[in-house]
C-alpha cells in the first residue's frame, strides 16, 4: 500500500509497506539476511527498510518519486521469489 | 577432507563448481547469449541467470554424487562484474548457506580464475595475464587496462560487424581470423606498463595480443619469473597462446594454460578460491557480503600463498 505524506508541508515522501508470511520464524530471518546486504542501486532518492517480527517479514520503502519506488519495490518481489523458490528446492533449514 | 560450492555470475556465464580437495566434482554452465550486433545488458543477464540458477544448482549436486550435508563452505562472486546478476547469484548463495548451516565466502573473480589456472596448471609462481605477479600476500597488479578490458574490446568488435556470439564472441572472431592473410598496422597503445583498447575498436587480434605479450613480458623481467599463466575468457585463444609460447621460449620460460572449462568464467573456479581462503580461515559474515561492481584484485589479502 503506498501512502503519502507531507513533511514540513514542503517535501513529499512516498512510503509502500509489505508483510510476507514465512512458514517459521527462521525462515523469515534466512529471507531477510540474503535480501538486505545488498546496497541500492540508486544511490539516493530512496531507502528500504528490513525486520522480522515473529514468523512475518516486513519492508518499508521511503521514496522521492513513484518510479524509483516502482523499480525498488518490483526488483525486490523478484529477489523475493527467487529466495522462496529457493527454500523450496533447497529447505527446509537444517536444525541448528 | 574439505568440499566447497561455487557460485559465479558476474557476467553472462552463470555456473555452479564443486570442489573437494583440489578435484572438480561438477561444473555446469550456462551461457546467455544474445542475437549479433547486441550485447548483453545487465537486467536482461539477471533474468536469465535467475530462471536457470536453481536446475544448475541441483545439476551440481547430482553430477558430484553428494547432497548439501557433504558441503563444507559456499562460495559465491562478490565481485567485480554487473550488479544485477551478481545479486541474482548472491541471493541464492546467501539462503543456502542458511538453510544448509554452512559458512559463506564471497570471492574476488579474478582470483578464482587465478586460483582455478594455479590448481589445473600447476604453474608454481607464475606471472599472470592480466598481468599480475603474486608478492607479499597480495596478487599485484603490474599492468592493466587504463579503459576496456581486452575481453570486451572483442565482444564490442564483433558487435559492430555483427558476428555471432554463439558460443561466443571471441570464439568466432578467432575462426575468421585463422582464415586472414592481410595484416593491417593499426594503433598500438602502450603506456609503460599499461594498455589502452578503447581507441581502435576496428582492429585485428595481432595487435591487441602483442599488447599484451609485451607487457607481460615486462612484468617477468621485473618479477625475474620464469612462468606466464594466461587466465581470463580470452585465454582460450590459441593465437594468444601461440603467441604468448614464443616470447616465453625466447626467454627460456614457460607457459601455462587452461582449456575452455575453465577459463571461461564458471563456478568451479569460484569453489576453488573459496577452498583456499576458506582453509586459511577466511569467512563471510551475512551483513558483509554486498555485491560490489568494482573489486579489484589487489584488495584481497592472499593469506593461502607464502
Known amino acids: 500500500m503506498a501512502t503519502c505524506m507531507s513533511e514540513n508541508g514542503s517535501e513529499r515522501k512516498l512510503e509502500f509497506f509489505l508483510k510476507v508470511p514465512f512458514p517459521s520464524e527462521r525462515e523469515a530471518t534466512i529471507a531477510l539476511q540474503s535480501l538486505s546486504p545488498d546496497p541500492e542501486p540508486r544511490k539516493g532518492g530512496i531507502s528500504k527498510n528490513l525486520d522480522v517480527s515473529g514468523q512475518t517479514l516486513s519492508v518499508r520503502w521511503t521514496a522521492d518519486e513513484a518510479r524509483i519506488l516502482r523499480v525498488s519495490v518490483s526488483s525486490f518481489l523478484d529477489h523475493l521469489s527467487l529466495v522462496m523458490e529457493t527454500m523450496d528446492a533447497f529447505g527446509p533449514p537444517v536444525s541448528q | ?306
Open chain 2, 1 to 306: 577432507m574439505t568440499v566447497v560450492i561455487g557460485f559465479e555470475g558476474s557476467a553472462n556465464k552463470i555456473g555452479v563448481g564443486i570442489i573437494r580437495d583440489g578435484e572438480v566434482l561438477s561444473n555446469p554452465r550456462r551461457t546467455y547469449i544474445t542475437p549479433p550486433g547486441q550485447g548483453f545488458l545487465p537486467g536482461e543477464t539477471a533474468k536469465h541467470h535467475r530462471s536457470v540458477i536453481l536446475t544448475v544448482l541441483q545439476e551440481a549436486l547430482d553430477e558430484a554424487g553428494l547432497k548439501s550435508a557433504d558441503i563444507d563452505c559456499v562460495a559465491y562472486t562478490k565481485g567485480p562484474g554487473m550488479g544485477a546478476p551478481l545479486v541474482t547469484v548472491a541471493v541464492v548463495a546467501r539462503t543456502v548457506a542458511q538453510l544448509w548451516g554452512k559458512p559463506l565466502l564471497g570471492v574476488n573473480h579474478c582470483i578464482g580464475h587465478i586460483e582455478m589456472g594455479r590448481l589445473i596448471t600447476n604453474a608454481q609462481n607464475p606471472t599472470v595475464l592480466y598481468v599480475i605477479a603474486y608478492s607479499e600476500r597480495r596478487y599485484r597488479i603490474f599492468g592493466e587496462t587504463i579503459d576496456i578490458a581486452v575481453g570486451n574490446c572483442l565482444d564490442r568488435f564483433a558487435r559492430v560487424i555483427k558476428i555471432s556470439n554463439d558460443p561466443s564472441p571471441g570464439y568466432n572472431i578467432e575462426q575468421m581470423a585463422k582464415k586472414g592473410t592481410k595484416f593491417i598496422e593499426l594503433p598500438y597503445t602502450v603506456k609503460g606498463m599499461d594498455v589502452s583498447f578503447s581507441g581502435i575498436l576496428s582492429y585485428i587480434e595481432e595487435t591487441l595480443f602483442a599488447m599484451l605479450v609485451e607487457i607481460t613480458e615486462r612484468a617477468m623481467a621485473h618479477c625475474g619469473s620464469q612462468e606466464v599463466l594466461i587466465v581470463g575468457g580470452v585465454g582460450c585463444n590459441m593465437r594468444l597462446q601461440e603467441m604468448m609460447g614464443v616470447m616465453c621460449k625466447e626467454r627460456g620460460a614457460r607457459i601455462f594454460a587452461t582449456d575452455e572449462s575453465f577459463c571461461i568464467d564458471n563456478g568451479a573456479m569460484i569453489a576453488q578460491a573459496g577452498w583456499e581462503m576458506f582453509r586459511s580461515g577466511h569467512v563471510t559474515e551475512l551483513l558483509d557480503s554486498w555485491i560490489t561492481q568494482r573489486y579489484r584484485t589487489d584488495e584481497v589479502e592472499v593469506t593461502w600463498r607464502d
